[in-house]
């Protein structure tokens, strides 16, 4: 990059502890074209300081900045940081959200389309852009020729509005608020967008020509950035469901049950399809799930319905053109344009494609039986991290920082680990040395399971604090609801359900934290553990029920192998290390600014084999609480 004027810090608040260095070291190695891979303590700051420095560093250049999070919540903390840097420099900062009925009121009239994807509203929005013979196109989309690009501009500047607020300007005006947003983002200095728009690549193909700005030249920086490897597994991984037969049978009798190649019918192919699953089941599951041949699926297609390769991909693309045709006609009708049997054939021939060098395939047992093609390496999918010009990755829990970098594939990086600045005086951990949620004792022991629920009981009681208790899965959560231990505990209980809509949780969080000596039942590794704060008192104490070491499933074994063959102790990197980051993410929702002050309490003697959670044994962990608080 050409050499360009120093820019003037624009760092909106005092500096506290590594602040200033950390945003310096951004600034440096953004201007360098090389990647910083960064742990930072809880509670740093480190949206407002990656911002900051990649800022700073793209100042007099044509370097676009990318800010990617998992959570609407992360990126309405991106929107508020801009606001505040504003006031030492003018910014836009546009959040991107995708397609849905919320920013469409088009849309919205039907509520079949709540459930609808970002391709299908996507294809349903191009049907309502046209004329219809009427002379009457969505009146949303006909008047973005008419809007006036400074003013809404300068109402970004002046207010930087989230992506909320920015839908009602937009409505208001009766101007389409996800198409406005599309034309404005090439006029940016910083769009917070979800991880979708860059890791998917029909998704991040067209993101970039809303952009104006080719890959290369972009600055990413990637929100709890210890997520990113199992997300860009999940993009990557291809998956088919007993009900989704269910459903194409369903669709295939509402449409005459098309013929599709040979003489065979949708509903043919969907019943063999299900007995391939029922034979995967019944030769390889075993517990949640089993890993089945590489060419299990093809080969049995290929015997039960007596047809060659060649055949069965001809199957594949007429189900994909009887799909694509019957989603055209639900399109024409301003229809959710949804078609069972165009996702079936999708996902045969993606199936036939897998690389096996990168995938292990599956059959999932439980109510509803699958097949997955799990993808293990998560720098296919990271090919953007290493196509733009610089990126930047934070998190509180991101240590062993190299294997991070290796693991996504990073070609070059600057890594550095910055401790909390706040008191270490002010978090008090300690574990209890009578208790373990290891399989054998917590199921197999009566003792074991009383303790910890004793355990529990005393703690809410006796400290009476704003208290979360962390669970290590939603079953060992029920069986604790179950026995009745919100009785006992007499406080008023707020619950992280499975499942439960983003707005329902947030409602729960709310009056949590309106009510005083409440608890809060979550999950290590949940929603509520990783990207929520809890400042001051409403939260002060965390109980931790157990290490939330991973289920072991075929899936994990695999994992396991994975590991051990890129960095020889795979045990370490598929099960020790997760569960450490769960536990540092839930224990980090106490201590939010340099006042806060809080209490872990870890229900699992094995935690002292845990390098990386620092607690002390205790004999009273009551008592100890309580004095600990009365100081």
């Known amino acids: 990059m050409s050499e360009v004027p120093e820019a003037p810090d624009i760092f909106p608040y005092e500096y506290i502890g590594d602040q200033k260095e950390i945003a310096e070291l951004i600034r440096d190695t953004v201007r360098n074209g ?23 560093a793209a100042h007099g250049t044509d370097l676009k900045i990318i800010y990617l999070t998992r959570t609407k919540s992360q990126q309405k903390q991106i929107i508020q940081e801009a606001k505040a840097i504003s006031k030492k420099r003018p910014i836009v900062c546009m959040g ?35 004329d219809d013979g009427t002379g009457k196109p969505c009146k949303y989309y006909d008047n973005i020729g008419r809007i006036d690009v400074e003013e809404i501009l300068d109402f970004v500047r002046d207010i930087h509005p989230e992506p909320e607020e920015f839908t009602e300007y937009c409505l208001a005006r009766e101007i389409c608020p996800y198409e406005t947003v599309k034309h404005l983002i090439q006029y940016a200095d910083i769009v917070a967008a979800p991880y979708s728009f ?42 088919y469901s007993m009900r989704a037969i269910a459903l194409v049978e369903k669709e295939a009798a509402e449409w005459n049950d098309p013929v599709i190649h040979a003489g065979l019918s949708v509903t043919d192919v969907a019943a063999v399809l299900r007995e391939c699953m029922e034979e995967a089941i019944s030769q390889y599951l075993t517990g949640d799930d089993g890993m089945i041949p590489y060419t299990f699926l093809q080969d049995e297609l290929m015997v039960r319905l007596g047809m060659s390769s060649h055949s069965l991909n001809m199957i594949y693309k007429g189900l994909i053109d009887h799909g ?19 996702s079936m054939g999708r996902f045969l021939s993606a199936w036939n494609m897998a690389d096996e060098e990168t995938n292990i395939f599956l059959v999932a047992g439980g109510d509803n039986p699958k097949f997955q093609a799990y993808c293990l390496d998560p720098r296919i999918a990271a090919e953007p991290l290493r196509e733009c010009w610089s990126s930047v990755h934070m998190s509180g829990t991101l240590a062993p920082l190299s294997d991070y970098t290796e693991e996504i594939g990073l070609q070059e990086a600057t890594e550095r680990i910055f401790p909390s600045p706040f008191p270490p005086e002010n978090l008090m951990m300690l574990y209890v040395d009578d208790v373990s949620t290891k399989y054998d004792e917590f199921n197999n022991i009566p003792e074991t399971y009383e303790r910890m629920k004793d355990h529990i009981v005393s703690l809410v009681r006796s400290v009476n604090r704003n208290t979360a208790v962390f669970f290590p899965s939603y079953a060992i959560m029920e069986r604790f609801l179950r026995d ?8 008023d209980l707020f619950i992280e359900r499975k499942g439960m809509t983003q707005l329902d949780l947030m409602e729960e969080v709310s009056l949590f934290r309106m009510s005083e000596g409440s608890v809060l039942f979550a999950i290590t590794g949940g929603r509520i553990s990783e990207g929520l704060d809890f400042p001051d008192k409403d939260m002060e104490m965390a109980i931790l029920v157990g290490i939330p070491y991973p289920k072991p499933t075929a899936k994990q074994e695999a994992l396991r192998r994975y ?69």
């Not at 067209?206 to 290369?216: I, K, Q």
């Not at 960095?567 to 980051?581: L, Q």
């Open 34 to 56: 090389v990647s910083a891979v960064i742990e930072s303590g809880t509670g740093t700051g480190k949206t407002v300081v990656s911002m900051t420095g990649a800022l700073n």
């Open 96 to 130: 991107v959200q995708g397609r849905s009925t919320h920013n469409c009121p088009m849309m919205s009239k039907d509520p079949e389309n709540e459930t609808g994807t970002a391709e299908e509203l996507s294809r349903l929005c191009s049907e309502y852009k046209k």
């Open 198 to 239: 860059v890791f998917m690549p029909h998704i991040r193909e067209r993101f970039m020509e809303w952009a104006g700005t080719p890959l290369s030249k972009t600055v990413m920086i990637v929100d709890e950035a210890h997520n990113l490897p199992d997300y860009l597994r999940e993009v990557m991984t291809l998956e």
């Open 324 to 342: 694509e045709m019957i989603a055209d006609i639900k399109k024409a009708k301003k229809k959710l344009p949804r078609s069972y049997i165009l």
């Open 484 to 491: 009745d231990i919100k009785r006992l505990m007499g406080k």
């Open 563 to 631: 590991f051990d063959m890129r960095f020889g102790d795979g045990w370490e990197h598929s099960s020790k290390i997760p569960a450490m980051r769960k536990m540092r993410q839930a224990i980090g929702r106490l201590i939010r600014s340099g006042t806060d002050r809080g209490a872990a309490i870890i229900l699992d003697r094995r935690v002292f084999s845990l390098e990386d959670i620092k607690a002390e044994p205790s004999d009273d962990v009551c008592a100890d609480t309580v004095e600990f608080f009365s100081k």
